[in-house]
């Protein structure tokens, strides 16, 4: 059962590791300041949007 379960989250490693990098970029912009925040949120649904349409086409 905890094999199954390490071959899982394995397989979706890099998309796990993106969202992370992704939520500590938009984390750090409100860090700086309330307005780079907002743009960093949008920038980065844009950005995930983005990629869900192309890996949403590949199939």
């Known amino acids: 059962m905890i094999s ?8 979706y490693f ?4 993106f969202l992370a990098a992704i ?3 938009v ?3 409100f860090l700086l300041n309330f307005i780079a925040g907002i743009f960093s949120v ?3 649904l844009v950005i995930i949007g983005y ?3 192309k890996i949403a086409n590949l199939q």
Not at 14 to 17: G, Q, T
Request: aromatic letters at 12%; charged letters at 15%; glycine letters at 4%.
């Open 14 to 17: 890099d998309v796990i590791c």
């Open 4 to 11: 199954n379960l390490i071959k899982l989250i394995w397989k």
């Open 42 to 44: 949008a920038i980065s």
């Open 23 to 25: 939520i500590f970029a």
């Open 51 to 53: 990629l869900s349409e």
């Open 27 to 29: 984390w750090g912009c």
